[in-house]
């Protein structure tokens, strides 16, 4: 299933895209969040591979991503779970660089197409380093897509647009991941600029936490990825249902925008 022509396809009908942040490995039924959070509205869904160092992702993902590892997650095993999951919407793996690199970037690229993953988001490979990974994952038919932070110069900008694939990735604030009490003033700015350059579907992640700042942050761009709040309610046990839930709100809040 192709990320990019999945997500023009429903922006194009006149609908804010929703990206859902689930952990890999994060318990027994953590396929099932999965299945849940697709069946309850979001557009495609962004899976994290647990890492030990994860340097861009807040308290907590960082705990979810540590009670995955130690309960024996690893890239691999993620990958390998994925495959053969029928989730009905596109399904983008987030990951650090060292996982990649250890696995060596053909190897990875080719593990991800043969597991039905759609999409690769490596958050710590910047675009000046990409491409032995880049040049992989085209050949593996899996999208690439590339970070853009509201200290990226506009000439960047323009060059992030151009190689990301699936959409591009505005972070809404500097700083790591975690739930916001409030919008981040760079948020509007960074999907305003990032929409004067690219026609590509660009989503806003970091900080987003309910579905008001949903609402708001997808007004100055084509929808929003959502992550630690999500997981939080995975951490206090809220499962599939709770998850569900929370997903089924965020898409209520965006519909009504």
């Given at each position: 299933m192709n990320l990019e022509a999945t997500l023009r396809g429903a922006r194009d009908r006149g609908a804010k895209?929703?990206?859902?942040?689930?952990t890999g490995g994060l318990g027994r039924g953590w396929l099932d969040v999965?299945?849940?959070?697709?069946?309850?509205?979001?557009?495609?869904?962004?899976?994290?591979?647990?890492?030990?160092?994860?340097?861009?992702?807040?308290?907590?993902?960082?705990?979810?991503?540590?009670?995955?590892?130690d309960i024996g997650a690893t890239p691999g095993s993620i990958i390998d779970e994925l495959d053969g999951l029928d989730a009905g919407v596109p399904i983008a793996v987030m990951t650090y660089y060292n996982p990649v690199h250890h696995m060596g970037?053909?190897?990875f690229a080719q593990r991800l197409s043969a597991s039905g993953i759609d999409a690769a988001i490596v958050p710590d490979l910047p675009l000046d380093e990409l491409n032995g990974w880049a040049d992989a994952a085209d050949a593996a038919?899996?999208?690439?897509?590339?970070?853009?932070?509201?200290?990226?110069?506009?000439?960047?900008?323009?060059?992030?647009?151009e190689r990301s694939r699936g959409f591009v990735y505005g972070v809404a604030l500097l700083g790591i991941t975690g739930e916001r009490t409030e919008l981040?003033?760079?948020?509007?700015?960074?999907?305003?600029?990032l929409k004067a350059v690219t026609d590509k579907p660009v989503l806003l992640g970091l900080g987003i936490s309910n579905p008001d700042q949903a609402r708001v942050a997808a007004a100055s761009s084509d929808?929003?990825?959502?992550?630690?709040?999500?997981?939080?309610?995975?951490?206090?046990?809220?499962?599939?249902?709770?998850?569900?839930?929370?997903?089924?709100?965020?898409?209520q809040g965006l519909d009504q925008g």
């Open positions: 895209l929703l990206v859902p942040y689930v999965v299945r849940a959070v697709a069946a309850a509205g979001a557009d495609a869904i962004e899976v994290g591979i647990p890492f030990s160092d994860p340097v861009m992702d807040g308290r907590t993902i960082q705990e979810a991503s540590q009670r995955a590892l970037h053909e190897r038919d899996v999208e690439t897509v590339l970070l853009a932070a509201p200290t990226t110069s506009d000439e960047r900008l323009h060059a992030i647009c981040a003033v760079e948020a509007t700015e960074m999907g305003r600029r929808g929003v990825i959502v992550g630690s709040a999500l997981v939080r309610r995975l951490l206090e046990g809220g499962g599939p249902e709770g998850a569900a839930e929370f997903v089924h709100e965020l898409r």
